[in-house]
């Protein structure tokens, strides 16, 4: 998970920028560098590694400025080494940049920047960031509006900070969607930025928290907000306590909220390192398993609980379309209670985000009992479902410290869709065209999910004129039908209302009898293969006096004209619809709740991680 810091003042800039990247350790990196102004030219250090690895690097070729930046790097576009790592300068050495996100359009802004002539050093997508800048700069505009200019240009979601030797006084940052976060720290006499409020706390407790497609010009003693638009921002000023629990909080009312809102940046970092976007395919380095192996396998049972099982039966449908392998999904919790029909030929993966769920441990011990080969995909480093198995992927959703998981569902749905091509193409089923189709779809996702981050406005003011209801029934069918299980699920967890979700061609199979004036029915109804099954089932409802609530593709207005509430969504690519329609129902239950008064981040009877039966 890519951090960034950066510094403009009266002390060395070098110490501040590495210190404050040992406090973002714990989002992962594979790579580091820093970059100062230094006797009025911007010098590099990078190294491959730990931090340490980079420290050890200035001491033996020290660097000292008052005004850097710093990053570090989980590898997406080339691998992890010294000439991939940030910051990346421009063909000059005057500009220098760090860049956390995924340019989705870096082939095309490549092939005209080489056709121009640029020479670029590294196989990043980081590095056509920088040289459209220095482009503009080089047409006459200063480091701020070439830095506009330069981004506008960009596909996908971005957190960039630009640097420059002819402007030594300043720097620039930009927003645009949910890559990550960019916060301004204000001093006396002295700015800091960074991507994570923990890097400068030390420093200070006034901050500034850029929105999406906004920016900000810093100097020793002034900041200026503006839109990419270039309009003026009256940023509002947060005061953050020096208790830790407030201070990671930040700008949020709850870690629910902080963490759902983290998703674009957490699905970022789940991908880096993982995806050749250049040749499509899939490194899994914990969990390695050989064509033939790979060919042998002949079922997949995926083993979880509440949430996670959940995701399990989303990667059903992902993993079976991708690889052909057939799936099952059990309950952790009954699994170990029956005579499950295991062999060497099967694989079991344990979904979890705390590595320490008792039940799906203990379906784990069933299955190595059984002779299958264990797998896990987990959130929580060095946890037991971790260690026991024989291979497993990392999420990298970072810390989830509200009980109700939401960043880890999704991070583990991306996470099986990655399992799922790294199967496909170790069994031949898919096509090294048809695997880069999938990774550009993959590389889409960040920015899907922060365009219905940014609807949250209209979401909450949706559940004010839902809280009172005691009563919902959530419908979905395909591959969707598991996120009406999770709505529900995420609405009966934090606000203690009564939920159901059901597949939608069941409800005339029993749920119907309860639709009434009393009984919302939210429905997910994209614009998919089953679409006009679920205008069926909307119609169903209507026509029992149903309240519904549609969830539908952006500019469907034939739903509009049926239900009584739309919410929707970006349209996005069938198998990874589920982590972007899954959004606006956490948003749902985390407004209706608070609107209810309940306690969000530690709901009544629940424990984050179940360690008992």
């Not at 921002?233 to 709850?254: C, L, M, N, Q």
């Not at 559940?463 to 419908?475: D, I, M, R, V």
């Not at 069918?477 to 209302?497: D, F, H, M, V």
């Not at 539908?552 to 996005?572: C, M, N, Q, R, Y």
Request: aromatic share 6%.
């Amino acid at each position: 998970m890519c951090g960034i810091v950066g510094y403009i003042g009266p002390r060395d800039a070098t110490p501040i920028i590495l210190a404050g990247l040992q406090r973002l350790e714990y989002r992962g990196y594979d790579s580091a560098g820093i970059a100062v102004i230094q006797h009025g030219s911007i010098v590099v250090r990078r190294d491959v590694g730990k931090l340490s690895s980079l420290v050890d690097l200035i001491r033996q070729q020290p660097l000292n400025g008052q005004i850097g930046i710093g990053h570090t790097r989980w590898a997406t576009h080339g691998e992890p080494c010294e000439r991939n790592a940030h910051p990346h300068t421009s063909a000059n050495g005057k500009t220098v940049v760090v860049h956390n996100g995924i340019v989705e359009n870096y082939r095309e802004i490549r092939a005209d920047l080489l056709a121009e002539g640029v020479q670029f050093a590294s196989d990043t997508d980081t590095e056509v960031i920088v040289h459209l800048i220095q482009r503009e700069m080089d047409a006459g505009h200063d480091l701020a509006e070439a830095t506009r200019r330069a981004v506008q240009q960009l596909r996908g979601a971005h957190a960039v900070v630009a640097l420059s030797a002819d402007e030594p006084d300043r720097l620039v940052a930009v927003r645009i969607g949910n890559a990550g976060g960019v916060a301004l720290g204000i001093g006396q006499g002295e700015m800091f930025i960074a991507s994570d409020i923990p890097a400068i706390l030390e420093h200070t407790r006034q901050m500034v928290f850029l929105e999406s497609r906004q920016m900000v010009t810093l100097t020793r003693s002034a900041y200026r907000v503006q839109t990419l638009d270039g309009e003026p921002v009256d940023a509002k000023i947060h005061s953050i306590p020096w208790d830790p629990v407030s201070a990671a909080r930040g700008e949020f009312k709850h870690f629910m909220q902080k963490e759902i809102h983290e998703q674009a940046r957490a699905l970022t970092d789940t991908i880096r390192g993982r995806v050749d976007f250049e040749s499509g395919a899939i490194h899994l380095p914990n969990l390695e398993i050989s064509p033939d192996d790979a060919r042998k396998l002949r079922r997949l049972v995926i083993v979880a609980c509440g949430t996670s099982a959940y995701s399990g039966l989303v990667g059903k449908f992902i993993i079976e379309e991708l690889t052909r392998i057939p799936v099952e999904v059990d309950y952790g919790s009954e699994y170990r209670y029956r005579d499950p029909i295991l062999d060497n030929n099967c694989a079991v993966l344990a979904l979890t985000q705390s590595g320490e769920t008792v039940d799906t441990l203990a379906a784990l011990e069933e299955a190595r009992e059984k002779g299958a080969r264990l797998w896990s995909i987990v959130n929580a480093i060095g946890s037991q479902a971790m260690r026991i198995v024989d291979g497993y992927i990392a999420m990298q959703a970072g810390p989830e410290i509200g009980v109700a998981s939401t960043k880890a569902f999704t991070a583990s749905i991306v996470d099986q869709y990655l399992l799922g091509l790294y199967l496909a193409q170790q069994r031949g089923t898919l096509s090294p065209d048809a695997a880069r189709a999938h990774i550009q779809n993959l590389a889409r996702l960040p920015d899907l999910v922060g365009q219905v981050l940014e609807r949250d406005k209209q979401i909450k003011a949706l559940a004010g004129e839902l809280y009172q209801y005691t009563n919902f029934l959530y419908l979905g069918r395909g591959i969707n039908y598991p996120i009406a299980l999770e709505g529900a699920l995420k609405l009966k967890e934090i606000s203690y209302i009564h939920a159901e979700g059901y597949p939608a061609g069941e409800m005339k199979h029993g749920p119907i009898a309860l639709i009434d004036e009393h009984m919302p029915v939210l429905a997910i109804a994209l614009r998919d293969g089953v679409y006009d099954k679920m205008l069926s089932q909307i119609e169903q409802a209507k026509s029992r006096g149903g309240i519904v609530i549609a969830l539908a593709t952006d500019g469907d207005t034939e739903i509009a004209a049926k239900a009584d509430h739309v919410l929707s969504i970006p349209e996005t690519p069938p198998l990874l619809s589920p982590v972007v329609s899954v959004i606006p129902l956490q948003l749902l239950a985390y407004h209706i709740a608070v609107r209810r008064g309940a306690d969000v981040d530690q709901p009544r009877n629940l424990a984050k991680s179940v360690t008992v039966e």
